[in-house]
């Protein structure tokens, strides 16, 4: 059961640090997506990308950055910016006018 | 705005009992609503689709446009419903396919 890959499982960052989440599909999907989920909150969405070397800013974008060379992947980088960052990340992908699919998830905390 | 409120955070119920889980939300449109389920420890999956009118693993859910409502209902709850409900609308004019997630709802199904 392929699908959507999300590494690593759980990241520790330390303080002023960037670090990278991975989101890999084997689903030939075009479009991707990445959500932050919080206890009590929902899922609420970072970034997005509808097609390769495209991407678009969602609800909660600010203290993130997002890149899409390859179809396949969508790499997620929580930036020093983001005071916040402990949360549960969840990469998703679709095609047109269908459900999306989504990852096991990264569970990020702050050291 | 577009908004999806799930107004209980846990709804706990016997087994044999009946469920339902609500969902409002805010559109001026005619949007697209999903319901997802995260079981323990497995990814967040489609349930179901109100466009699909079908009934998954018992569950049914109806779009009532004058209340802006999409319940998820099922006559008679099983232990093995336990698990996290989200509701979920995407624009109609599929604004890059994003999703627009409720807050989420536990359900606890007691033997």
């Known amino acids: 059961d392929g699908g959507i890959t999300q590494s690593p499982k759980y990241l520790f960052r330390k303080e002023g640090q960037n670090v990278t989440l991975s989101c890999e599909q084997n689903?030939?999907?075009?479009?991707m997506y990445w959500y932050r989920q919080d206890p009590g909150q929902g899922l609420r969405l970072i970034y997005y990308?509808?097609?390769?070397?495209?991407?678009q800013k969602g609800d909660i974008a600010e203290g993130y950055s997002v890149s899409r060379e390859k179809k396949e992947s969508f790499p997620l980088t929580v930036t020093s910016a983001q005071k916040n960052p402990t949360a549960f990340y969840l990469c998703?992908?679709?095609?047109?006018?269908?459900?999306?699919?989504f990852g096991d998830g990264t569970r990020l905390s702050i050291l | 705005a577009q908004r999806v409120t799930q107004p209980e955070k846990l709804l706990s119920v016997f087994k044999g009992a009946p469920v339902e889980l609500k969902c409002n939300y805010s559109?001026?449109?005619?949007?697209?609503l999903f319901w997802y389920v995260q079981y323990s420890r497995q990814r967040l999956q489609l349930l179901l689709r109100?466009?699909s009118r079908e009934s998954i693993k018992g569950f049914t859910a109806d779009l009532n446009k004058g209340e802006t409502s999409f319940h998820l209902k099922k006559p008679f709850a099983q232990e093995e419903d336990s698990a996290m409900y989200y509701c979920?609308?995407?624009?109609?004019?599929?604004?890059?396919?994003?999703?627009?997630f409720g807050q989420g709802t536990e359900l606890s199904v007691k033997p």
């Open positions: 998703a992908s679709s095609i047109e006018n269908q459900p999306q699919h």
């Open positions: 109100h466009i």
């Open positions: 990308s509808q097609i390769v070397n495209d991407f």
């Open positions: 979920a609308l995407q624009p109609f004019y599929n604004q890059g396919g994003k999703l627009i």
């Open positions: 559109y001026s449109g005619s949007p697209e």
């Open positions: 689903l030939n999907h075009d479009a």
